[in-house]
Nanobody
């Protein structure tokens, strides 16, 4: 099991930005593939961004491509999701996941979910 802690969510107006953080106490992201997911009201959880363990290969869903950026800081042992040009449809609980499989996209590890952080975008 990989314990994860997300933070950085909040309320923002459309067009604004937020940066989400994901930490893994006692672990290092340098060896893990990681992904950011979200679950909006009444919707299934969906992948929005993924990164391979090498830090170079990334995936973005079409709905966020060009607006969201996944990155990591090995020294801080933190993975980020920079979200720009936010839209009301980005409103969701955002989760990170680590240790899954990366194969052009990210397949989550079932026992590696944080508690999530709420992002609300007002119009």
């Amino acid at each position: 099991q990989v314990q994860l802690v997300e933070s950085g969510g909040g309320l923002v107006q459309a067009g604004g930005s937020l940066r989400l953080s994901c930490e893994a106490p006692g672990r290092t992201f340098s060896i893990y593939n990681v992904g950011w997911f979200r679950q909006g009201p009444g919707k299934e959880r969906e992948l929005v961004a993924g990164m391979a363990w090498n830090g170079y290969n990334t995936y973005y869903s079409e709905s966020v491509k060009g607006r969201f950026t996944i990155s990591r800081d090995i020294a801080e042992n933190t993975v980020y999701l920079q979200m720009d040009s936010l839209k009301p449809e980005d409103t969701a609980v955002y989760y990170c996941n680590a240790g899954g499989r990366y194969d052009g996209t990210y397949f989550p590890r079932s026992d590696s979910w944080g508690q999530g952080t709420q992002v609300t975008v007002s119009s």
